[in-house]
């Protein structure tokens, strides 16, 4: 068996062409442009690529831009005075504090300072605690990501055993509720977890969100699964997921490949959440 590959390049192509497209339609409803203010503090290289790579895809998708650059000698208050600013601005619909943040700033607690209804990471504790009791909101991006890549290829989810390799609040957590609100009977694993090999194997989904080069292997692959990836993990060999990719798509009847499988669906999901916030809004 050789595994059909999820290309998430291509799916979050077309995410960014229909948020273009509610974008476009939601001016044309209501007079108002979504807006994103992203955050950031310090000068660290790769949090400017990441932010950069953020304002573009606005950009592009005709979103507002509502940046801040804050030096990495800013206080707690400073940046708390920032997020309370974006808060209160109408024309933002969705904010974000780019992490990590700079020693000597709380990182948590700046993320709880930003409203739930403009939480396009999805990262405050009312976000957290919204999609634990099912309740409407924002949803972690990468998550969500998941889960569209999972709609987009007609992969039955209700009734479906699920497995979740990891218990983080960025990805495993959340995308471990996402599941069980589509029906399916989800197991959470982690490093106390007995038998992993097993548990894994018996996963109609399987989801790999643990950050150790390809630790996935084909014997965690029950034949046929579907194979999401989310670990990324640079090595002296290059970008690598979590999973042993050449030997689990021989296996496997879906699999997302690292880089061009998740990845690029966690931007695209930030583009839809902010789109979210602003029809909530209006």
């Not at 708390?80 to 109408?90: F, L, R, S």
């Not at 924002?138 to 990501?145: A, E, I, M, Q, S």
């Not at 150790?212 to 194979?227: L, S």
């Amino acid at each position: 068996m050789s595994a059909t590959i999820i290309d998430g390049k291509e799916v979050a192509a077309r995410v960014r062409a229909e948020v273009a497209q509610a974008v476009a339609e939601l001016g044309e409803r209501t007079g108002r442009t979504p807006g994103l203010a992203t955050i950031l503090v310090g000068d660290d290289p790769a949090s400017e690529v990441y932010v950069r790579n953020k304002r573009k895809a606005c950009s592009e998708a005709g979103i507002g831009d509502h940046h801040q650059h804050l030096p990495a000698d800013a206080t707690q208050e400073d940046v708390a005075a920032v997020i309370a600013e974006a808060n209160a601005n109408p024309e933002v619909s969705g904010i974000l504090l780019q992490l990590p943040v700079p020693k000597g700033l709380n990182g948590k607690e700046l993320t709880a300072l930003i409203s739930a209804d403009k939480d396009v990471d999805g990262l405050t504790h009312v976000s957290a605690g919204r999609l634990v009791q099912g309740a409407p909101g924002l949803r972690p991006c990468t998550p969500l990501g998941v889960m569209e890549l999972l709609d987009r290829h007609d992969v039955a989810l209700e009734g479906a055993e699920a497995v979740v390799v990891g218990r983080s609040d960025l990805v495993g957590k959340p995308v471990a509720f996402l599941l069980l609100e589509r029906n399916a009977t989800v197991t959470m694993c982690h490093s106390r977890t007995r038998d992993l090999p097993a548990v894994c194997a018996r996963a109609d989904v399987l989801i790999a969100a643990v950050g150790r080069a390809e630790m996935i292997g084909a014997d965690y692959v029950k034949p046929g699964a579907t194979v999401i990836d989310v670990g990324i993990n640079r090595t002296e060999n290059g970008l690598k997921g979590d999973v042993e990719f050449d030997a689990v798509a021989e296996r496997a009847g879906l699999i997302t490949p690292v880089p061009g499988g998740v990845g690029p669906m966690t931007i695209a999901m930030l583009l839809r959440n902010t789109v979210t916030a602003a029809e909530l809004a209006s």
